[in-house]
């Protein structure tokens, strides 16, 4: 038999029992359960990713919610282990959900919860700071600088661009493009705002370009996956010293395609969009009471993007689940609140 | 004897020699010179920092002006050499010129020019750049991205600050620092400004706070030079894991304080506030053109701070010099241009 995986157990004599497949940013989302009579186990393994067999022995008999990260692969599996310990919530921490198999959790009667409202600024903030850190060469003027190879001040050292006055692009102009857009603009860049609709109008077609079918076919695509050829990009670079791109996702990802980590005219960083601690303490929040809420029977919030009520430190949070993305098949009802 | 220093010559048949102690981005301030019977030597000796004998080797027997760097040391001994060399006429390629020394320069009746009205977008992008990148830890993400250690996306990875609705303080709010607060503004901070008055009137006293006596005096010791306690700083840094700073210049530049290289909570970077190829192209034009006016015998332009005229690609330019800091001790004229 495995070695079990280590976990970390809060209010042992709690009445529900809720799983946490990662540890998360704050303690805020911990006393919400412990609060409310759930038994916490928080699975601390020093393993990224867990796979559907570790979350299947995390799950074991008796199971009342899961909170998992969008690494995981949820599928028939994982559902039907998680219906048959007695379980009907779980939540994804992020707001998208395409590792969740959602016509499987409609099976067995889960419900799906994201966590929409409290990524968008932190997000754009992370585009701006990667055009600016692109645009002024931050990454390899401090690698230059910490290795001790600055002896004077020299005209030519490190010269990048100035974005003032610059045109910026934005494809994909919804609430993280828009938010990007207005920082930008308030810099006295030129802003093109481009949504599908516009593209296509227009004749234009970006590298990947295709129509979606469905809105949600969209915000299940959008900022994530294969949006950039990066075998063409890494190319582009090559013969592009001047060309700069910042990149937080990756085709391949975790792994980038051969040669771009060499590249001094790229910025790379680790998905880490949504990485601030407002953001990442407000995902847990949000995960923990779609779980919570499912548990007690709460009925949906009724408005997923404006979740400011949950996230009030100082009050108890609505009787309500902030954002359940199956709530219509599985019929549950939506809160008056 | 020592070896003679490697120049690149333009125009040898000019009929007035001018030296530029660096290669400068861009070329047209080559092309304004050579257009206007100049030949310039320019020196391009791989060595950072030229001494005051390796410049007085280039100065030579016949010099009409020279286009200096903030990085040597322009004293008795170089203006001297210049008036024997028959030159009236030297500029720095920068605002500063705290390594002139202007009286010397009046006894030889040497003007002085220097760079202001191109720097102030270039340099408040690299603090918004510098602000971003710390709250966001950009060059440790990218670091460990680069390196092939990310395996999958994790919830406590790289989690950073959002700066929407933080305060933002700005000490010595001229015209950099209120372009800059600008930039963060819109990013929704609340900024905090502050002058010299200011503060004093608060009672706040900044590290190493002092009264300056003229405004040339705060010109000459603005954002450069020992502002901060770097060896505080560093112990700050290592007792403080998410306290974050972002640092373009120095104590004892080009060198840090023991420790500062070593920490993930600084971005350090090599003086590049005014590294984009806007701004060092202008720079390396309005430069060459304080030294080419004085030696053509043109007055002072009315305001160094709006030199637009002079960076039109496609005009010529006025017939004055941008900026030149001791005009008044010459009593040159000012232009009614």
């Known amino acids: ?134 645009a002024r060469r931050i990454v390899e003027a401090d690698e230059f600088m910490r290795a001790g190879l600055y002896d004077g001040w020299l005209p030519h050292l490190f010269v990048g661009n100035l974005l003032k006055g610059q045109t910026v692009g934005v494809i994909g102009a919804g609430r993280i493009g828009s938010a990007y857009a207005r920082m930008m603009v308030i810099s006295r860049c030129l802003v093109h705002l481009t949504y599908g609709q516009f593209l296509k109008a227009n004749g234009e077609q970006p590298v990947t370009w295709k129509r979606a079918s469905t809105m949600e076919e969209v915000l299940r695509e959008a900022d994530v996956g294969p949006v950039i050829d990066e075998v063409a990009l890494v190319e582009h670079l090559k013969v592009n010293p001047m ?34 601690k407002w953001t990442r303490e407000g995902m847990a929040t949000l995960a923990a009471l779609n779980v919570l809420g499912k548990i007690k029977g709460y009925p949906i919030w009724s408005d997923p993007n404006h979740v400011e009520p949950f996230l009030n430190e100082n009050a108890t949070p609505p009787a309500a689940c902030p954002s359940i993305v199956n709530a219509k098949a599985l019929g549950l009802p939506v809160s008056k609140l």
């Open 1 to 134: 038999m495995a070695k079990p995986l280590q976990v970390e157990v809060y209010n042992p004599n709690g009445k529900y029992r809720v799983v946490s497949t990662k540890p998360m940013p704050g303690t805020r989302w911990i006393n919400l359960l412990i609060e409310q009579d759930c038994r916490l186990e928080i699975c601390t393994q020093k393993k990224t990713i867990l796979s559907v067999e570790d979350i299947i022995s995390l799950i074991g008999d008796k199971c009342d919610g899961v909170i998992g990260q969008l690494t995981e692969d949820w599928g028939e599996k994982l559902f039907s282990a998680l219906s048959r310990a007695g379980g009907k919530a779980f939540s994804n921490m992020a707001v998208g959900y395409n590792n969740v198999d959602v016509n499987a959790a409609n099976k067995y009667g889960v419900a799906v919860g994201n966590t929409p409202g409290v990524l968008t600024e932190t997000t754009a903030e992370l585009a701006a700071s990667l055009s600016l850190s692109a």
């Open 243 to 276: 060309f700069r791109v910042g990149l937080d996702v990756f085709e391949d990802e975790p792994y980038m395609k051969p040669g771009l980590a060499e590249m001094k005219n790229a910025i790379v960083v680790p998905h880490i969009a949504s990485a601030s």
